[in-house]
């Protein structure tokens, strides 16, 4: 750690002093002391560890509270906490060369991933494994009232319907920590229960998006589908048994993309039959070229577990994993051309290292890779590495910026409020104007503009409680809709349509909009 300020130091002798009963009134605290001390808010761990060394110098007194923040992640200050469940272990239709096969989990991940092992203890069962995440996030005064529930576990398409349709029933009733008779009334209920699912993120293979699957999926409540694209190289598909080509991903990303669904792409750098050189086209292609665009990427460096095929190509010498250093760099270099409108969700999977036979168990990756971008003067514009975080807000230090691009059939706006001065991101929101002559699969989407996501990040801040200073409630969302309306009028669209989830109705309901065949919309006038 750095040498801390005065200020820190000062504000920590503060905290100290005070008893705390709950994580707001801490937090608020927090805000009070910096803003009158004109310091931006420090991470937790820089005040825990300036408390550790003031307690050890004998200059303050234990502070139970202190004590435990370390513990807190800073998860609910990114707006929105995250619940992650699991679906029980199913096969799944795909024999990819790496894919891990290990009974008792569902295909594609391992014992010893930290969600895997917390959802095998409740025997991967929806209702306990929401409630009782809920729970320890509650115990932890973590605000939860608003909730993105992610599905895991493989390929969601595979399942038979009647278990998906009992899986998210389950999970509304976790979140309502009551039961109800069908999946229609616990999502009714959850419109105005206190721990409210904003949306619903659902992981499959790009050949099992069709009509059918998105009818599904839009009645489950989903708005996110993150798919498995791996690579844009159809030999290198080939090579790796992935059983579909480029193809069906550039379908399914239009057939999403039209539905208003938010696109995130697995990517994995390091396939058997590719070189970092390969890779990196890869990455180009699918920022630069219309028909891929994803919103999110998670890149999953090829690693090799046992029981995979590729474990048999790497034992006989016929496939050798990326080094640390060539990974690094090809990662860098993806960093260097990533959009600003894209995030990078993730940089590594979470396996653990003894799970790993061949390739990179750097645990640290990312903050390896941020260090080194830093010295080579580097800086990722990715949402996620932009975003404001903990930072004072002022209102007239934010500019609204539209970016435009082609994306499947139409154009994507990335409109957003920053602050150019810092970078930093403060709320955006995608609009998409798909082409008029485009096949809808919803009928209630013709002639419409789509709001496919709304974000505004900053403190997570209670529904009900205003707090001037987190972004939440200055109403950011609400100009940006607004702007969203009026681009979308001027290019002649007579609707605008809006996928959100079950636990944000009420708040778009609010702003003129209802509900119409799971979407939200209002007539443009
Ligand atoms: S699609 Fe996913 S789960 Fe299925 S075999 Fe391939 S990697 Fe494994
Ligand atoms: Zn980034």
């Known amino acids: ?69 370390k513990k807190r992640p800073i998860r609910s200050l990114s707006g929105v906490a995250i619940v992650a469940v699991l679906t029980k272990p199913w096969p799944c239709p795909g024999q990819c060369f790496y894919c891990p096969l290990e009974k008792g989990v569902p295909k ?8 895997v092992e917390r959802a095998k203890k409740l025997n991967f069962d929806p209702y306990l494994q929401a409630k009782k995440r809920i729970e320890i996030l509650e115990k932890n005064n973590h605000p939860v009232d608003k909730i993105e529930l ?29 039961s109800s008779k069908n999946l ?20 499959t293979r790009p050949d099992y998006i069709d009509e059918d699957e998105l009818r599904r999926m839009r009645k489950l409540g ?19 048994k992935r059983g579909h080509g480029v193809e069906e991903t550039i379908e399914a990303t239009r057939l999403l993309k039209d539905a208003g669904f938010k696109i995130c792409y697995h990517l ?18 699918i920022f630069s070229q219309p028909e891929f665009q994803p919103d999110m990427i998670k890149i999953y460096p090829c690693v090799v577990t046992k029981g995979s095929q590729l474990y048999q190509a790497y034992k006989k010498g016929e496939y050798k994993p990326y080094s640390d250093k060539q990974l690094i760099n090809l990662l860098i270099k993806i960093k260097k051309i990533i959009p600003p409108y894209v995030r990078i969700n993730r940089l590594i999977r ?85 082409e008029k002559n485009n096949k809808f699969i919803f009928s209630v989407l013709k002639d419409s503009a789509l709001i496919r996501e709304l974000h505004t990040y900053g403190q997570l801040v209670e529904i009900d409680k205003k707090n001037k200073k987190a972004s ?22 007579h609707k605008m349509a809006i996928i959100a989830g079950i636990g944000v109705r009420e708040y778009y309901r609010h702003l003129g909009y209802r509900l119409q065949n799971t979407y939200l919309i209002k007539l443009l006038k």
Request: charged share 30%; aromatic share 8%.
């Open 108 to 115: 594609s991940y391992l014992s010893g991933e930290p969600a």
């Open 1 to 69: 750690m750095d040498q801390p300020t005065k200020k820190i130091i000062e504000l920590t002798k503060e905290l100290a002093l005070k008893k705390f009963s709950n994580h707001e009134d801490f937090f608020k605290l927090i805000q009070k002391i910096c803003s009158k001390k004109e310091i931006p808010l420090p991470r937790y761990s820089e005040i825990f560890a300036v408390y550790q060394k003031l307690k050890k110098q004998g200059k303050i007194k234990k502070n139970p509270f202190l004590e435990e923040i």
């Open 472 to 493: 939440q409630h200055l109403g950011l969302g609400k100009k940006l809709i607004k702007e969203a309306e009026k681009i979308a009028r001027k290019k002649g669209y």
């Open 350 to 434: 979470d396996i653990p290292s003894w799970q790993i036979q061949g390739g990179s168990k750097v645990s640290n990756l990312r903050q390896t890779i941020q260090e080194k971008a830093k010295e080579q003067g580097v800086f990722c514009q990715c949402i996620r590495c932009r975003e404001i975080k903990t930072g004072k807000i002022k209102k007239q230090d934010l500019k609204l910026i539209k970016r435009e691009y082609s994306a499947s059939n139409g154009k994507e706006i990335f409109l957003s409020f920053e602050n150019e001065k810092e970078n930093k991101l403060i709320a955006f929101c995608r609009l998409r104007l798909p």
């Open 268 to 285: 994995m750098p390091g396939l058997y039959g590719s070189s970092p050189k390969k890779d990196l086209l890869v990455f180009k292609k």
């Open 184 to 203: 229609a009334e616990a999502q009714k209920k959850n419109e105005n229960s206190k721990h409210r699912i904003i949306g619903i993120t659902l992981e």
């Open 222 to 240: 989903c708005t996110r589908v993150e798919i498995g694209v791996q690579s844009t190289d159809n030999k290198i598909l080939k090579k790796n």
């Open 150 to 178: 992610i599905v895991i576990g493989g390929t969601w398409s595979y399942l038979p319907s009647k278990y998906q349709t009992w899986f998210i029933k389950r999970c509304f009733d976790g979140a309502n920590f009551s």
